[in-house]
């Protein structure tokens, strides 16, 4: 048996701060269409795709940053991605600023389907970086100031044809993020993300940050026995060089695309979700090989206790 979804992962380049919404539509429509006559699915764009990564200033008053988010998705100036995925028959994840009606922040991402249809919303559980003003940084990763962390966990919903799961950057380093998606049959992990390569508080890890980005969502693959999808925004923002690499992974843990570039780019692979079976119902076969009964203090704690 085979069930094919052919995903595009559009990486975009950098979108810098006086860029506007139209312009950075406009790319994602060249990306929404590359990837259609291309015979893609489904088109994976990065988180925070439509702004520049607005976390890296500090403002004293945060709705001074209101014209960062959403209100409203679509809204005028993202509705042509919605009527052009219907017209193209192609879904679309998309990853936004989120400003809800009653004032709450999220870090969100949304699946839409062929008809231009929202399937799901997902808002980022893991929020990474900071939450005051850290003047002497280079620059700030203050996202802990500018979202909130939802509570709500990770879904997994039944679109495309198979099993599709949602997490946001720094959700894909931690295990958790892939394993509760993994008890939920996942297939497909879509995942957005802009992560710069000078890391403030240990500069050892800057160039470890390729190795590392491909080491967990390889290792979540195959750990859960599903296809992930790991897309960027990279290249030199505001100052700011971000990585790029973003690949598209076999529930193998093999890469079987990646891009080349930190610019707009698309990548494409014919993704055979039944292959996740080789996993799930082998090596990684949970119902029968997974012990619960002693891996609670994964839900029990937070952090480290020493006897
Ligand atoms: N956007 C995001 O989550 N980026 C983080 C940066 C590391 S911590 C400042 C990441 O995990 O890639």
Same mark, same amino acid.
């Given at each position: 048996?085979?069930?094919?979804?052919?995903?595009?992962?559009?990486?975009?380049?950098?979108?810098?701060?006086?860029?506007?919404?139209?312009?950075?539509?406009?790319?994602?429509?060249?990306?929404?269409?590359?990837?259609?006559?291309?015979?893609?699915?489904?088109?994976?764009?990065?988180?925070?795709?439509?702004?520049?990564?607005?976390?890296?200033?500090? *403002? @004293?008053? /945060?709705?001074?940053?209101?014209?960062?988010?959403?209100?409203?998705? #679509?809204? %005028?100036?993202?509705?042509? &991605?919605?009527?052009?995925?219907?017209?193209?028959?192609?879904?679309?994840?998309?990853?936004?600023?989120?400003?809800?009606?009653?004032?709450?922040?999220?870090?969100?991402?949304?699946?839409?389907?062929?008809?231009?249809?929202?399937?799901?919303?997902?808002?980022?559980?893991?929020?990474?970086?900071?939450?005051?003003?850290?003047?002497?940084?280079?620059?700030?990763?203050?996202?802990?100031?500018?979202?909130?962390?939802?509570?709500?966990?990770?879904?997994?919903?039944?679109?495309?044809?198979?099993?599709?799961?949602?997490?946001?950057?720094?959700?894909?380093?931690?295990?958790?993020?892939?394993?509760?998606?993994?008890?939920?049959? *996942? @297939?497909? /992990?879509?995942?957005?993300?802009?992560?710069?390569?000078?890391?403030? #508080?240990? %500069?050892?890890?800057?160039? &470890?940050?390729?190795?590392?980005?491909?080491?967990?969502?390889?290792?979540?693959?195959?750990?859960?026995?599903?296809?992930?999808?790991?897309?960027?925004?990279?290249?030199?923002?505001?100052?700011?060089?971000?990585?790029?690499?973003?690949?598209?992974?076999?529930?193998?843990?093999?890469?079987?695309?990646?891009?080349?570039?930190?610019?707009?780019?698309?990548?494409?692979?014919?993704?055979?979700?039944?292959?996740?079976?080789?996993?799930?119902?082998?090596?990684?076969?949970?119902?029968?090989?997974?012990?619960?009964?002693?891996?609670?203090?994964?839900?029990?704690?937070?952090?480290?206790?020493?006897?």
């Amino acid at each position: 048996m085979s069930r094919i979804v052919t995903v595009g992962a559009a990486q975009l380049g950098p979108i810098q701060r006086g860029d506007d919404r139209a312009s950075v539509v406009a790319r994602l429509l060249e990306l929404l269409r590359q990837g259609a006559a291309a015979g893609c699915d489904l088109i994976v764009f990065p988180e925070l795709a439509l702004t520049t990564f607005f976390p890296r200033w500090f *403002v @004293e008053d /945060i709705t001074e940053a209101d014209h960062w988010y959403e209100t409203a998705m #679509p809204s %005028p100036v993202t509705a042509p &991605l919605f009527e052009e995925a219907r017209r193209l028959s192609v879904g679309f994840c998309l990853g936004y600023a989120e400003l809800t009606p009653d004032g709450h922040r999220f870090n969100t991402q949304i699946l839409v389907d062929k008809s231009g249809g929202t399937v799901a919303k997902y808002r980022k559980v893991h929020i990474p970086g900071h939450e005051h003003h850290e003047p002497d940084r280079p620059f700030q990763h203050a996202e802990r100031y500018y979202f909130e962390p939802s509570d709500e966990g990770f879904g997994v919903w039944q679109a495309f044809g198979g099993r599709m799961g949602m997490m946001i950057c720094n959700d894909r380093r931690w295990p958790e993020s892939y394993r509760v998606m993994g008890l939920k049959g *996942v @297939e497909m /992990i879509l995942c957005g993300y802009n992560t710069p390569i000078h890391y403030v #508080p240990d %500069p050892s890890q800057d160039i &470890l940050q390729g190795f590392h980005n491909a080491l967990v969502m390889q290792s979540g693959a195959y750990q859960n026995g599903t296809w992930v999808v790991g897309v960027a925004k990279a290249g030199v923002e505001e100052g700011v060089d971000s990585l790029g690499q973003s690949m598209i992974v076999a529930p193998s843990g093999q890469i079987v695309a990646q891009t080349l570039s930190t610019d707009d780019e698309l990548i494409t692979a014919r993704c055979d979700l039944d292959w996740c079976r080789r996993y799930k119902e082998t090596l990684f076969d949970f119902g029968r090989y997974r012990r619960p009964e002693v891996y609670g203090p994964i839900t029990g704690q937070r952090g480290v206790t020493l006897d």
